[in-house]
């Protein structure tokens, strides 16, 4: 069976990533239409050896469509999700717009797929950041249930949009040639620097992206109880989060137990080599699919056993956006 | 009253910056003696518009000497330290030989100023991380007894020595210029990447750095119940470490008591603009003394106010290292 298939923000960071991930996994797609902003119309665009011509997003964009896979900002997918639901196609949308809404399936493949088939025409992928903290902490809930999870986030700059990848280029080259660093869309110079990460802040004093952790973990997980803290930084890599992740189970578990039900976890790799002190980072994690997994240790601030420590890394344009979403289509079709 | 006073490493980052701090804050030197390897021997140094020539360190080196301010790694401490209190000079050792040593005070200023007088000839200036997270919390822990602290730290590359700082431009240029990026001493590259800290680890998991968190916090606070647990990253950036931390308090504690407390505190400045997303960051904390203090939060994953996040960031050569010796050899004389 193959399926029409619309991209919404094709020439994105995301887009883009997504025709690379459909060309990859052989996604069946009997037609193929790239949308995106006026400006972006016209652009050619090279799939599977075939050249496609990138359209205007409009109201008549989505006819015919089956599955239509949207990164193109939360205001366009409110904007135009409703639309091509009407024309019959079932959105996966990587946008902020629907995670929460009430009858909108919010899906990380390896914890909820069975949410898929709940929808009413969208599917909400995660945050970045959640969907790689919960492919491995998912798998260590199932066999002991999580308490609390306190995160600190290492997060690349192309998170913000190929713009922030830009913008840190442009910085660094700035500075090798000896000219000012100038910063443009980021509120601090990125280069040499890192800061809180530069979403909106809320009035208990948490940003946007530390709350969609918290809370997108407890509508994944179907588990309102799990307790959450993150705090979330911009870190000047390019691509691919780091996450240093406190765990507190219901009760005891050992580093040998998580290494065991990691080892055999869907889309997890365990980079944990103590000898080479080898273990997730960027340049391992990035392109990949897998979250890389390591300094797995007991919590030795508790004394009962139900702490432990990881080290995450994952490419959050891959598994972080347009992987899940194209995984989410696969299991739609 | 003045001294004479030995500088033991003087080439070196933190070496020169012990210099820097002595000049600024007008410490009352008689003769200055500069020490080094004999590698570095002869070279001419400034120091307050008069010129020295670096001295090769030897056995004889701490003749008349009453300060020595000692940063040239553990096992030049372990060597030349007993010497120089031999010679009738008070040691203030930078390096982790005897920070742990039953007699040797451990000492933060802004903490435990009163352990200064019960050295045997020497005393410790504690890890860089663990003094700029004590100056902080201390003042807490003072109204409201600490209980459990979860690290993750963003530990600049100048941390590991002048060489990090090269290593991390010349990766920088070598981006710039189109050349391949190489490793020299770190074990990965560290430009457009991070990695957990190079520290050997124990057989808890734990490597050196963090395990000097948990460690020497005990002694500063002179309080073995404070549990700690870290994660030490080291990322790429020149000067400056941040650190992500959430503390646990005997008692409930609101963001506002924490802020009220922290704006009296020594060596604490508050940096916490939610509306220019300006908090503490590494281009703001280089070449200053205090700590900069920000995203001070109720911790959310905690329904008893309990908790609270910070989000710190403080020069690591200067507090975490040259600044915090020359203090503690002001209170000596």
Redesign the interface.
């Known amino acids: 069976m193959s399926v029409n298939v619309a991209v919404v923000g094709a020439t994105g960071a995301v887009g883009e990533e997504f025709l690379r991930v459909l060309a990859e996994r052989n996604f069946p797609i009997r037609n193929l239409r790239l949308l995106a902003s006026a400006r972006s119309a016209g652009k050619k665009v090279i799939f599977k050896d075939q050249e496609y011509t990138v359209e205007e997003l409009t109201k008549d964009s989505f006819k015919d469509i089956q599955i239509a896979l949207f990164s193109a900002g939360g205001s366009i997918s409110k904007e135009y999700a409703p639309v091509a639901v009407s024309a019959g196609a079932v959105v996966v949308d990587n946008s902020s717009a629907f995670r929460m809404k009430e009858g909108v399936p919010l899906v990380v493949p390896e914890v909820n797929p069975e949410q898929i088939r709940r929808h009413n025409g969208v599917i909400a992928n995660p945050n970045c950041s959640t969907i790689i903290m919960n492919v491995p902490v998912w798998p260590l809930h199932q066999v002991n249930p999580v308490r ?3 995160v ?1 986030t ?1 997060q690349a700059v192309s998170g913000a949009g190929a713009w922030g990848l830009y913008e840190l280029e442009q910085q ?2 700035a ?3 000896g000219q000012p660093i100038r910063k443009e869309k980021f ?3 990125i280069f ?5 990460h ?1 979403s909106p ?1 809320g009035p ?3 940003n946007e992206e530390e709350m969609k952790m ?1 809370k997108e973990t407890r509508k994944i997980f179907n588990d309102p109880r799990i ?3 993150a ?1 979330c ?1 911009r ?4 691509r691919a989060h ?1 996450e ?1 992740v ?1 765990i507190e189970f219901s009760r005891p578990m050992t ?1 040998e137990q998580v290494r065991q039900i990691l080892s055999r976890a869907p889309g997890v790799k365990i980079v944990d080599d ?1 000898q ?4 997730p ?3 391992l994690a990035s392109h990949q699919d897998d979250v890389l997994v ?10 009962d056993g139900r ?1 432990i ?1 990881i ?1 995450i890394s994952g490419d959050q344009i891959r598994k972080g956006a347009a992987t899940n979403a194209v995984q989410i289509a696969e299991k739609l079709i």
């Open positions: 609390r999870i306190i600190s290492y660094q080259r500075f090798a040639s509120p601090h110079p040499n620097n890192l800061f809180s530069n802040i208990q004093g948490y918290v307790m959450v803290t705090t930084v870190v000047p890599i390019p780091c240093s406190n580093p103590t080479t002190n080898t273990f980072m960027p340049i390591g300094r797995i240790r007991q919590d030795i601030s508790r004394d702490g420590e080290f």
